[in-house]
């Protein structure tokens, strides 16, 4: 086991004039791991997610990521080139809305493809072959590569968008709701997925929803937010089974049982 | 392999006007390599308790788990999500999968999330199933819409799947039939064979005699003063 | 073709002099960072946009009174296009005017790359219409001009692979993408890609200038200018496999004329000059009179 976390988040605080979005927010992930955060609509979780993956700016705290080349540095104090170079190949980010998070003008090969070709893949019949790989891998027909993602169905749009982001070997994955709006048949085939993806690639992921469902078979870790705090945090079972803060207890309470 | 000490374990219902329930104080008790111990007591004793206290599932109140060396009650997620990779398995009486995946992969994941080989994990996970008497059509697919008796015997597969050195049963036998509870008797025959260290909790008086060397009556760890 | 006497009216080439000033600020910067574009704050002129407003601007800045100037549009002199810039500097400047290549010290054109090789003392003033070559991929321009200024340029490759997947081979047969020195990628302007090769390491100046799109940049002498392309889809500068009808040139870009409504066409020069020349030295194609 190493001793060096993959990322380690301290004391991150982002506020939206007078509101408190997420205060004082830290914590470490470990390579392989994968951490749910939850919490009602409001509580900070995305603005959470947000500040760490560098799309927002947070006020306070800083977020280390060991980078292959020079070990753990601060994402925060990196210049913006730095920064977009990490979330191009080190880094993915799987939006809610897969059309936030794919071009869908481009073909299914195109979407996938960019990302090898922002690092500089200059063959034309390796993207391919790697773009055919990789929808196969997410269990799109490769007879679709050239496919617009306008024709695809909401599921198929959502495995696209995993495709076009892992397929530059990422080791850090931020998902954002992943399964939200879709069918839960769908949504059991892509958690499916995810997980078998997360397992064979080693990747360690931040997973933010409100379905608590989805972090039982997901997460490794949870960590629970209510009004920008993080009220409770710890293994995914406990946290769910043996809810210790008063909040969590009324959120687990709360779930219907199927 | 198994050190309890001095463990209690206390429910705050903050929901419920803070009312603090003490369920278990100075549990003690200690499972070697290659042992089998039950524990016993009345409906309601906190076995189910203890056994997912030693999983790691609830949170101590005080008090010590040593398993394999790490304390679980200070042991960081990380180090317990390590632990039940590795070291301690857990049958619990209900099969929680995901939906779609079949049945011959959830018995493999535990192999696979040690890095063993798809082959290498479903043929083991075959094996397993075989012996369990699960009709191989069946292998592919979800055990969601298996019968209670099926899906008890895929979970006993995914728990031995992997030569564990710890392991929680929490009714093993429940719901089989006579052929395949003797699968399970001598599954953890085996087990123990092989030196495992396993805690278990079976209804079934006879189960418990075959393969069990002691008892612990749980009861003996209710708190004191409790009404 | 000489100069007509200048209308007394307009200041010269009817530019005032702050926004020449302006201009060639902006033309200096383009040249000093070629390939980047650089903003400016393109006048209305008198004609629509889409007819050149951004190269006249241009070459009303670069203008003397001593230059002769040459006007193409599609590499011919004398479409309307054409004339009417050609004209309109007449009336504004003064300047002396011609159509031949060799002869002229500023050539606006649209579309084309004169076929004659230029030389040192001249300057060659594209019409652009859109300036951003990420534009169509990537709509919003604060993040085109963070593209740019990062060099992340994969989503230019993105359009060539589309091209590809769906047509084969790389079917972008205009306005190719070019990359400068090794770090901008710029629009050289709706040119066919078979003038692309003439970009690179050319003596004349190259200024290109969007009148709507505000936007002016620029390659100095001898800059490197590389189409960009797949490893194993290498960049071609095509042209329709045939001689000139009239000129009987193997090695010009040709334009395809259909001549009735049987069918019947024949491919003649683009470049009028050229093709003028040519036959004045004796050469002949196939439907040449």
Known sequence: MTDTPLLSVVGLTRRYGAHLACGDVSFDLWPGEVMGIVGESGSGKTTLLRCIAGQLAPEAGRVMFDTRADGPRDVLRMSEPERRMLSRTDWAFVHQHARDG?????????NVGERLMAVGARNYATIRRSAEDWLTRVEIDPARIDDRPTTFSGGMQQRLQIARNLVTGPRLVFMDEPTGGLDVSVQARLLDLLRGLVRDMGLSAIIVTHDLAVVRLLADRLMVMKAGRVVEAGLTDQVLDDPQDAYTQLLVSSVLQV | MIEIENLSKTFTLHNQGGAVLRVMEGAALRVAPGECVALTGASGAGKSTLMRMIYGNYRAASGRIRIGGLDIV????????????????????FLRVLPRVPTLDVVAEPLRALGASQDAARDRAAELLKRLNIPAPLWQLSPTTFSGGEQQRVNIARGFAHPFPALLLDEPTASLDAANRAVVLSLIDEAKARGAAIIGIFHDEAARARVCDREIDVSAFAPKAAA | MTGTVQQADYNFAYLDEQTKRMIRRALLKALAVPGYQVPFASREMPMPYGWGTGGVQVTASVLTPQDRLKVIDQGA???????????????????ATTTRTAEA?????????????????????????IPEPLRFLEPRESETRKMHALQEYGLMHVKLYEDIARHGHIATSYAYPVKVEGHYVMDPSPIPKFDNPKLSDCPAIQLFGAGREQRIYA????????????????????????????????????????????????????????CEARRARGHRGKDAA
């Open chain 1, 102 to 110: 794919l071009r869908m003008g481009v073909s299914a090969g195109g």
């Open chain 2, 74 to 93: 200070q042991a960081a997620p990380r180090e317990v999500i390590r632990l039940r990779r590795e070291t301690l398995g857990y049958v619990s009486q």
């Open chain 3, 77 to 95: 002199d004398d479409t309307t296009n054409a004339v009417s810039i050609r004209r309109f500097f007449e009336a504004t400047a003064g300047v």
């Open chain 3, 105 to 129: 010290t500023v050539i606006q054109t649209r579309h084309r790359i004169p076929e004659t090789p230029l030389r040192d003392d001249q300057i060659l003033v594209y019409q652009v219409p």
């Open chain 3, 219 to 274: 390659l100095p002498p001898h800059t490197k200018v590389v189409s960009l392309d797949f490893e194993d889809h290498p960049f071609e500068a095509s042209r329709a496999d045939h001689p000139c009808s009239l000129c009987g040139a193997t090695d010009t870009y040709l334009d395809e004329v259909i001549t009735d409504d049987a069918g019947g066409r024949m491919f003649i020069c683009s470049d009028t000059d050229h």
